[in-house]
Nanobody, 126 residues
């Protein structure tokens, strides 16, 4: 059983930056592809970006490409989401998730992710 805990959310002005962290425990971190998702009020949860088990490949939603960067450190069981040039539309609860890497990589498919964190709130003011 893998546990994921996000941190780093907060209130930031448009154009600002935030760095979210996700810490894993209870499993071998490098066995999992990892992803970030977000859910804005009144909307469905959506894909933000993902990184494969080794950290060698990343994949991003078009809405965040060029502004957000995902990194991971398997030795420290951590993943980060660096968010730059934030926009009010980025306001959401952000979740990290882990996908067992032994059956392919489908970064955008929420139903492929086996474990989820509780989320961290990001609010971007205009």
């Amino acid at each position: 059983q893998v546990q994921l805990v996000e941190s780093g959310g907060g209130l930031v002005e448009a154009g600002g930056s935030l760095r979210l962290s996700c810490v894993g425990s209870g499993g071998t971190f490098s066995d999992y592809h990892l992803g970030w998702f977000r859910q804005a009020p009144g909307k469905e949860r959506e894909f933000v970006g993902a990184i494969n088990w080794s950290g060698g490949s990343g994949y991003y939603a078009e809405s965040v490409k060029g502004r957000f960067t995902i990194a991971r450190d398997n030795a420290k069981n951590t993943m980060s989401l660096q968010m730059n040039n934030l926009k009010p539309d980025d306001t959401a609860v952000y979740y990290c998730a882990a996908d067992w890497s032994n059956d392919g990589w489908y970064p955008q498919s929420q139903n492929k992710y086996d474990y989820w964190g509780q989320g961290t709130q990001v609010i971007v003011s205009s």
